[in-house]
């Protein structure tokens, strides 16, 4: 019998993305509330009790509640939100983290699905950490722009209605100048840093597509590595023919990097960037903010799942 998905959320961002990619599946059943039950605290309960997945696009504190609503009647669960990120007895839904990562969540009662931000930043940081290449208290500054769909349906209608009286008009913003964003806390605990990073987040008016810049010096880095060594082992822990490419821009005559490269699709590149022998290096992730970044994570966590 086919495993039944329920979504719950499906009508903000993340969740329409989902249903889009899970609507025509023939092995699955996906749920649906009907509209007009939609706000009926039973009918929502008895959906999450009867999925044998339920996929949570709610804000932290309704995902929490959802999970306490349904876990011991043996559903399990993949988390859009922030609230179970950093939450010990759930699966970070990471697949490419580390070997045996996939397996874990394949298995998992509980996972939760990264931040778009946070894919970026943890696919660059974290296998130079455990490669040793990078010391836990490296200074790390993180730099990124996103595209709008990533601040959900208010963002987007201010994006795209320039009628309207709250309507941003810039090409572009940076944001959380506290540095404070909520995604700080899951990119430590998944990179094994120990450093606050510094993290600044930007938004452009493109509606899909991000891009994550991790500046380094080599001579801060443990025994001094030259790019290739950055690349190499980047290179390692990914291996070929996955969703995550590394490429080298070395030697590439005047590079650009599109934040829309990857736009509809669910893989990310890690680019290297920079010159030999200079003493830094650029690492860049390129990715879509709501395909690997989001959705697109949340169905191949998804895929993993079913088929463990």
Same mark, same amino acid.
């Given at each position: 019998?086919?495993?039944?998905?329920?979504?719950?959320?499906?009508?903000?961002?993340?969740?329409?993305?989902?249903?889009?990619?899970?609507?025509?599946?023939?092995?699955?059943?996906?749920?649906?509330?009907?509209?007009?039950?939609?706000?009926?605290?039973?009918?929502?309960?008895?959906?999450?009790?009867?999925?044998?997945?339920?996929?949570?696009?709610?804000?932290?504190?309704?995902?929490?509640?959802?999970?306490?609503?349904?876990?011991?009647?043996?559903?399990?669960?993949?988390?859009?939100?922030?609230?179970?990120?950093?939450?010990?007895?759930?699966?970070?839904g990471?697949?490419?983290?580390?070997?045996?990562?996939?397996?874990?969540?394949?298995?998992?009662?509980? &996972?939760?699905? $990264?931040?778009?931000?946070?894919?970026?930043?943890? /696919?660059?940081?974290?296998?130079? @950490?455990? =490669?040793? %290449?990078?010391?836990?208290?490296?200074?790390?500054?993180?730099?990124?722009?996103?595209?709008?769909?990533?601040?959900?349906?208010?963002?987007?209608?201010?994006?795209?209605?320039?009628?309207?009286?709250?309507?941003?008009?810039?090409?572009?913003f940076?944001?959380?100048?506290?540095?404070?964003?909520?995604?700080?806390?899951e990119?430590?605990?998944?990179?094994?840093?120990?450093?606050?990073?510094?993290?600044?987040?930007?938004?452009?008016?493109?509606?899909?597509?991000?891009l &994550?810049?991790? $500046?380094?010096?080599?001579?801060?880095?443990?025994? /001094?590595?030259?790019?290739?060594? @950055?690349? =190499?082992? %980047?290179?390692?822990?990914?291996?070929?023919g996955?969703?995550?490419?590394?490429?080298?821009?070395?030697?590439?005559?005047?590079p650009?990097?599109?934040?829309?490269?990857?736009?509809?699709?669910?893989?990310?590149?890690?680019?290297?960037?920079?010159?030999?022998?200079?003493?830094?290096?650029?690492?860049?992730?390129?990715?879509?903010?709501?395909?690997?970044?989001?959705?697109?994570?949340?169905?191949?966590?998804?895929?993993?799942?079913?088929?463990?």
């Amino acid at each position: 019998m086919a495993p039944k998905i329920f979504i719950d959320g499906e009508h903000g961002t993340t969740g329409l993305q989902i249903v889009s990619r899970l609507q025509n599946r023939s092995d699955i059943e996906l749920m649906s509330m009907p509209a007009e039950q939609r706000r009926d605290p039973e009918v929502r309960k008895a959906f999450l009790r009867e999925a044998d997945i339920a996929i949570l696009c709610l804000p932290d504190d309704a995902a929490r509640e959802a999970v306490a609503l349904a876990a011991d009647a043996g559903t399990r669960f993949i988390d859009a939100s922030t609230a179970h990120r950093t939450h010990p007895d759930w699966t970070f839904g990471f697949a490419e983290l580390s070997d045996g990562q996939a397996a874990r969540i394949a298995s998992a009662q509980f &996972v939760s699905n $990264p931040g778009c931000y946070s894919t970026g930043s943890i /696919a660059l940081i974290a296998p130079l @950490v455990a =490669a040793g %290449l990078l010391p836990a208290d490296y200074p790390v500054t993180i730099n990124a722009v996103s595209g709008y769909t990533g601040g959900g349906k208010q963002m987007i209608a201010q994006m795209e209605d320039s009628s309207r009286d709250d309507a941003i008009v810039s090409a572009y913003f940076a944001y959380a100048l506290t540095l404070a964003h909520k995604h700080v806390p899951e990119i430590m605990a998944h990179t094994g840093i120990t450093r606050r990073p510094v993290f600044t987040p930007a938004v452009g008016r493109f509606a899909q597509g991000m891009l &994550v810049n991790v $500046p380094l010096h080599l001579d801060l880095m443990t025994g /001094a590595p030259s790019m290739a060594d @950055v690349r =190499a082992a %980047l290179a390692a822990h990914y291996g070929d023919g996955g969703l995550v490419e590394v490429v080298s821009l070395a030697g590439a005559p005047t590079p650009r990097l599109d934040p829309e490269e990857l736009a509809g699709t669910d893989r990310m590149k890690l680019y290297v960037c920079g010159t030999e022998g200079a003493g830094q290096v650029n690492l860049v992730a390129s990715l879509d903010n709501l395909g690997k970044g989001a959705s697109g994570a949340a169905v191949q966590n998804l895929n993993l799942m079913i088929a463990g």
